[in-house]
Structure formats: structure tokens, C-alpha cells
């Protein structure tokens, strides 16, 4: 993952490494080859923690958190959204209607929390194609 962040494969990273380092081809390839199967070693443990962590019938508050933490987010979005356009513009509407001094409300950075729904919304809808169409319907 962290290759794909950085913008190249880390086969082909440590492979120019291994090419200035070895002189023979076939000590290239040894090499590469065997570069190539840690990689899909590690792959292959992350995927055994992926599916462990899938499973996982966890109790508990760690339970708790490992299985709600999309829909708190989801939640904490909604608040913000709710606070930002509805809450806050009745609060100063009432406000300014009983003429009540007040302290400025606070306010949301939207263009930040914006992304994180619309990620959000667009994970959702994948998931209900997905069941649409019985892709994966064993969850």
C-alpha cells in the first residue's frame, strides 16, 4: 500500500537497487523473484487480517467501536450537517427575533466535511448495487 502511495511499485523500486548491485542476470532475476514473493507474502498476511477482522464477533467496547465506527461517522456527519444548515439558522433566527444578545455560533469548516460524506454516500451506493445485483450477498 505504502508503494502505491509513494507512486511506484516496490518491486520495481528495490529492483533498480538490485540491478546497480548484482552483476549477473541471473542473480537479477534470483533476487527479483524472490522480492516478488515477500511481496505477495505480505499481500497475502493483509488479507488474513482483513478477513479476521471481518469475522470478528468481538463483545465489549473494542467490539463496540470495531463494528460502529462507519456509522459514527456517518452519524457525526449528519449532526454537522443538521447543526450547520437547520439548528443554527433557527438559533439565530429566534434570537434575533426575541432580540437576545449572543456570542457568535460556531461554525462548521464544510468544505472539509463535505469529501467525507460524499465518500461516504458513494461506499453506500456501491454497497447497494453490490446487493442489487448479489454481489457478495452473503453480509
Not at 511499485?9 to 533476487?31: N, R, W, Y
Request: aromatic share 6%.
Amino acid at each position: 500500500m505504502l508503494s502505491k502511495l509513494l507512486g511506484g511499485s516496490l518491486v520495481d523500486t528495490v529492483g533498480k537497487v538490485i540491478d546497480s548491485v548484482h552483476t549477473s542476470e541471473e542473480e537479477k532475476l534470483a533476487a527479483r523473484n524472490k522480492l516478488k514473493e515477500l511481496e505477495n507474502e505480505i499481500n497475502s498476511k493483509q488479507m488474513d487480517i482483513n478477513l479476521a477482522d471481518a469475522k470478528s464477533t468481538a463483545t465489549g467496547i473494542g467490539g463496540i467501536m470495531q463494528r460502529s465506527w462507519r456509522p459514527l461517522i456517518g452519524m457525526s456527519c449528519a449532526l454537522a450537517i443538521l447543526w450547520e444548515y437547520v439548528l443554527k439558522q433557527f438559533t439565530i433566527f429566534i434570537l434575533a427575533a426575541f432580540s437576545i444578545d449572543h456570542n457568535p455560533l460556531p461554525e462548521l469548516d464544510m468544505a472539509t466535511l463535505f469529501p467525507l460524506v460524499m465518500a461516504l454516500l458513494g461506499m453506500s451506493g456501491i454497497r447497494s448495487f453490490e446487493k442489487l445485483k448479489k454481489i457478495n450477498s452473503d453480509k
